[in-house]
């Protein structure tokens, strides 16, 4: 028997015993019966069935690594489905232009994953997400809860657009077999700049890449550790033209150019094969985030230590990701619903702890990083990833800028960087200050531009 037909019965029961009483009573009492029969329907009526989509543009298998939490928060929701679609962009595109071609092409989209490179400003302004405060005012969601330097994230022209999720952090894993067969010292989490550039020279030496061609995404934080800073204290321009951050660059260029920490004219000269990888031990280091589940299934010997201290300071590299509601979802609610699962409830935080695809963004939540702790299963690996952390916290987070325009300039700054850096008479003092006043104009007008979007 159904729980609707249960209900019927004692209503039938009722009914025929009240036709019995004056006609007074009758009326009020078969309306009062009525109406708690079709309430109590009404609430244990089924879900009707949906499908939530999430966009992201990340790596192809990510859709995997979030299919436990999918899977138990479908469990929970039986009347959702969610499928997880990852954006490519073509060839000589970026994020942004591949997320306009998507939503003109008017393909569902109920959710947005939001690059750290981005920021939730542009897709605000290009009208892509919904505010979320009254969401998050309605659910009691506790912004609080998350690391302090986590909890900017997702907010422009004061509202908020995303949630933070997926937390990492860039970091130095190094071969720690390689680094025992040649004698090198193994890092501590205050090791130096000097300290890294003998290691590299060391492995060079040996006929091993120092690092993979990943190398240059430390050109977002070298500027820093000499004392400069990465934007102006409304992180609406970059200062990487200081003296610190020159000074800082100079130092790279040279340890590339003169040392061959990554490959280049001088790992060739010395016979070394390109294509490094630290997966398959040719490079006995790498800087890149945090992929321990990867190292792990190659069967590495590794150990992780913070990007090293610098004379000025040291400083962190934190990539955090945003999730967003699209403002084109046709089940706000819903997808609203998956979105604080995924990125605020304990149970889909755990879920994706126990993949390896996120740091515990809570600090005080001691389950969540026990949870953590014990999946990673290396506790000099964790204990360094929670030291720079907390480094991050301190000095600032780097990339996590929420301004519109922030791929096209701070992006674009650091692509050109990578790119010229290491070219025969390529002068740090004249060159660097000159492409940084470029790129702020442009990206000053790019702000304008957004100001005007999101006035209309």
Avoid at 163 to 182: A, E, G, T, V
Avoid at 376 to 381: A, L, Q, R, S
Wanted: include cysteine.
């Amino acid at each position: 028997m159904s729980k609707g037909q249960m209900l019927k019965k004692p209503a039938a029961v009722m009914l025929a015993s009240m036709l019995a009483v004056t006609a007074a009573a009758c009326s009020s009492g078969s309306s009062g019966a009525d109406g708690g029969k079709e309430s109590k329907l009404e609430t244990n009526k089924p879900k009707d069935p949906i499908t939530l989509v999430i966009k992201h543009t990340t790596y192809d298998t990510f859709d995997q690594d979030l299919a436990p939490a999918i899977k138990k928060y479908q469990e929970k929701n039986p009347h959702v489905t969610v499928k997880v679609d990852m954006v490519k962009p073509n060839q000589g595109e970026n994020i942004i232009t591949a997320n306009t071609a998507l939503f003109a092409s008017g393909e569902q989209i109920d959710i947005l994953r939001v690059s750290p490179n981005v920021g939730a400003g542009e897709y605000a302004a290009r009208g892509w997400v919904a505010p979320l405060d009254e969401y998050i005012k309605k659910t009691g969601v506790d912004m609080t809860k998350y690391y302090p330097s986590l909890q900017s994230r997702g907010v422009y022209g004061g509202k908020r657009y995303a949630l933070p999720w997926i937390h990492s952090q860039f970091m130095i894993f190094y071969n720690k077999d390689l680094f025992q067969k040649f004698g090198i010292p193994e890092p501590k989490t205050n090791w130096t700049y000097e300290d890294m550039l003998n290691a590299g020279r060391k492995l060079v030496e040996n006929k091993v890449h120092a690092f993979e061609a990943s190398l240059p995404n430390m050109l977002h934080i070298v500027g820093g550790a000499w004392g400069g800073s990465t934007f102006n204290a409304n992180g609406t321009l970059m200062t990487l033209d200081s003296q610190g951050a020159l000074k800082g660059f100079e130092f790279f260029r040279d340890m590339v150019v003169k040392d061959g920490l990554s490959p280049g004219k001088v790992t060739q000269a010395k016979g070394l094969a390109g294509g490094p990888s630290f997966a398959k031990a040719t490079s006995g280091m790498s800087f890149t985030w945090l992929k321990m589940k990867q190292f792990d299934e190659a069967g590495l010997n590794y150990g992780v230590v913070p990007a090293p201290v610098g004379p000025g300071k040291q400083q962190g590299y934190g990539a955090l990701d945003g999730i967003a509601l699209s403002s084109t979802s046709k089940n706000k609610e819903e997808a609203w619903n998956l979105i604080k699962f995924l990125a605020y409830d304990s149970e889909g935080q755990m879920e994706q702890i126990k993949q390896k695809i996120t740091i515990p963004a809570f600090p005080k939540e001691k389950e969540h990083i026990e949870a953590w702790e014990k999946t990673i299963n290396k506790k000099d690996v964790t204990d360094a990833i929670l030291y720079q952390v907390e480094k991050t916290n301190d000095e600032g987070v780097g990339m996590m800028n929420n301004m519109p325009g922030t791929e096209v300039a701070y992006e674009g700054f650091i692509t050109w960087l990578g790119q010229n850096l290491f070219n025969d008479n390529f002068d740090v003092y004249t060159q660097v200050p000159a492409k940084v006043k470029e790129f702020n104009a442009q990206w000053s007008e790019l702000q304008k531009e957004a100001e005007k979007q999101m006035k209309k």
